[in-house]
């Protein structure tokens, strides 16, 4: 992914509400996402300022000339066959829209939708779906709460992207309410009891789409990984942390994520993130040497600078019209493994990707307490609750609270992008 | 389920080899597939002796009549819409074709499809899976291996069925080959490596496909757990163990299980194991007692009584003309947890299930030496070598082997039926 026209600092659009320096979506942006249309189906559309471009009707109408399979692709009713056309063909795409909304373009009003009235879907049908474990931090983290005496890295970590398989089934989209799991907890001090989850957390993640596929037995290098990549969202992999405690041993967590996944419905492509890569942190003097298959290749830069931000408001806050409060803010180029890595690793065994896979980071944090990823780690596990502006305290969410996750990029010489918000509002167990 | 007409030991078929006594496939059976056809194409097929019913040509033809949701479902490309409608119409559609088929209907050749012509896909598109770990047996064993000096079930095991979420990507049809995975793997006296597999394993389990779906957030109730199942596959967990060793703690299999499961094409309906349901082994004095949740209705016989034999050839036997090896011989319905537990216990956090979901029941491993279901097992984690006919040994799988798993019911007063076979050979790492 290169840095191209479609990223000068100087462009702008006819959509004077992209043009603020403060939207997430300018004409540098151009993220995909899945709208719903009059007739109640998906559509692709383009975020760009507080309006969606109808992707669709743009390349009817041909303001957006685009032909054969990529125009085929753009008018379906998910991303998953554009992701599947592959680099080139994304970028096809990206410079057309880039022309067609530039400010020196002739106006086409009639192919925008005001955001705020605008329903979203999931961006793709996601096949599988994968968590990854990325963060030393948060590793670390959690290893000093539930392994006080060890070691808080397990002996593998340093020398392999962790992960597992997740439950694509219950991925929702940013804006879904969050009903509270009951599952299988095992109190201290007597036997387990089915009941409403008590521990209830988010996780601070992002999310990859996979676009090209690789075939079975073909793994990915990590040199190519990148170019299998389509975009990130932000992800928030909602824990039970009652029910993961009980049930993780030995084949790790499964009820206590299965409920619910949220993502942000923007996907902000590789192309759009070009700008933002990043080396991200040295490996430190005493971490073992990567293996070949894990060693990117000199100056590959395969990090990206995404810093998010967590709030929280619980139901008293918004009808007293109090403002979230920030819980923590915290950097994608914190991890310790990048996306290549987690795919090439991922694919090493021959494990076949497809178009609208989507691989989780893990819980992104940082080495500051104030960019801690989870209420896990922000209370120490309950023992330092978090004092929130209505006089209650938060160990673990309660039901009505509402958890938004927000991300952007910044730097010198480019033009902020941000990939809009993912919040999920807590129900009580049905 | 219940028995109906359509079981009947007196039924024979027109089809001559469903009349043998011996095949896997007689008129009681009626196992739905997908074929391929002349087009390319995958249609839907029901197994009748050594012939494939063409579904699709018998409801064009009127040779079956069938309309409106069902028609449109079993003229489809997978068995994805049949399985959703739910129960009723599996037995609409299992009655309509047993009356096709038997001995007093017309023939109908010309729907006829010789299966030993006929090459098969999977039965449907699998958006999820999953896998148990539902055999005590195999559970034991296990814990016995890796932590001698502890309890061999972790204390979990008796009050849930364990279960991860699996790569649905990497599941295949009898008959692939399987290219052994490449992995990070840690020898004992060194640091890890990326190498080839040498420690190559299968896992005879069984899969069960979901058919009605359950909505996000409402759980399957253990009573109606069974009328979700449309049926049951054979199912190969191909496992990297040394990979597995390596990488499986805190979060899991990952990599040692992502590049290859296999499934037998033809799904063995509920309605047609109805006469096979069993009680499953009893609980033992001294284990906990069941949460309500997980807690069967008595005399539900949620436990179906299926054998299953595993057999090896190596590429010597085979060229030579040797018969298959026989490595084991266990059965369904020595699991500890049943489909139906371990469904409500998926569903109990409200996690939704779609149809085509892949549920696996772990590893079957019966209390003797004779039914332990993988090789980890079978040699003892290597330690007690297997004999083959052609004077080499066994503790893990070699390029060139092929493993192939049978399964029946067999009991008095029924007739007997049979799975087909899953199979597939090892080829060298790439």
Redesign the interface.
């Known amino acids: 992914m290169s840095i191209d026209a479609t990223h000068d600092p100087g462009l702008r659009s006819w959509v004077d509400s992209a043009n603020t320096g403060e939207t997430d979506f300018p004409i540098q942006n151009l993220p995909f996402g899945i709208f719903v249309d009059a007739s109640g189906r998906g559509r692709i559309g383009v975020a760009i300022g507080e309006y969606v471009l109808d992707v669709a009707a743009a390349i009817e109408t041909e303001a957006l000339l685009l032909q054969g399979d990529l125009a085929c692709a753009l008018s379906a009713e998910s991303l998953n066959s554009f992701m599947s056309l592959g680099a080139a063909s994304w970028r096809d795409a990206r410079t057309a829209i880039s022309d067609l909304l530039r400010e020196e373009a002739p106006r086409q009003d009639r192919l925008l939708r005001r955001m705020a009235e605008t329903t979203m879907l999931l961006p793709a049908s996601i ?2 779906y994968t968590d990854f ?1 990325a963060s030393r931090h948060h590793a670390t983290n959690v290893g000093r709460m539930f392994r006080p005496d060890g070691d808080p890295l ?1 002996p ?1 970590w340093l ?2 992207p ?9 991925i ?1 989209v940013s804006g879904t309410d969050i ?1 509270r ?4 907890l ?1 109190p201290d001090d007597g ?4 009941a409403p989850c008590r521990l209830l957390d988010y996780e601070l993640e992002f999310g990859a789409f996979i676009g090209s596929a690789n075939a ?4 990915v290098g990590i040199g190519q990984a990148m170019d299998h990549i389509f975009g990130l969202v932000i992800l928030n992999d909602w824990s ?1 942390r009652d ?1 993961q405690k ?10 206590a994520k ?3 996944s949220t993502i942000s419905p923007w996907v902000v492509t590789m192309q759009a993130l070009a700008p933002y890569r990043s080396n991200g942190p040295a490996r430190q003097a005493d971490d ?1 040497a990567l ?3 894990l060693t990117p290749a000199t100056g590959s830069s395969d990090a990206i600078d995404v810093i998010a931000e967590v709030h929280l408001s619980s139901a008293v806050m918004r009808e007293a019209g109090t403002a979230a409060m920030r819980l923590s803010r915290g950097t994608l180029a914190d991890l310790s493994w990048s996306f290549s890595q987690m795919l090439a ?2 694919t ?7 178009a609208g ?1 989507l691989i989780g980071s893990g819980t992104v944090s940082g080495p500051e307490k104030t960019a801690r990823g989870c209420m896990l780690e922000l209370s120490w596990r309950g023992t330092e609750p978090i004092d929130l502006p209505d006089g209650t305290q938060r160990r673990f969410l309660q039901d009505g609270d509402e958890l938004t996750i927000s991300a952007f990029c910044e730097r010198d010489g480019a033009t902020r992008i941000g990939f809009g918000g993912c919040s999920g509002v807590i129900l009580p167990a ?1």
Not at 162 to 170: E, K, L
Not at 191 to 194: A, D, G, K, L, T
Not at 216 to 219: A, I, R
Not at 348 to 354: A, H, L, Q, R
């Open positions: 096949g599988d474990y397990l593998n020398h392999l962790v992960g597992y398989h997740g439950r694509a089934s219950s929702v009903k799991p009951h599952g299988q095992k036997p387990p009891v089915y079975m037995g073909s793994p039970a029910i009980w049930e993780y041993q030995p084949l790790g967590p499964f009820n299965n409920f619910a073992p293996l070949d298959y690793h991922h090493s065994t021959g494990c076949p990707m497809n896979d049905g």
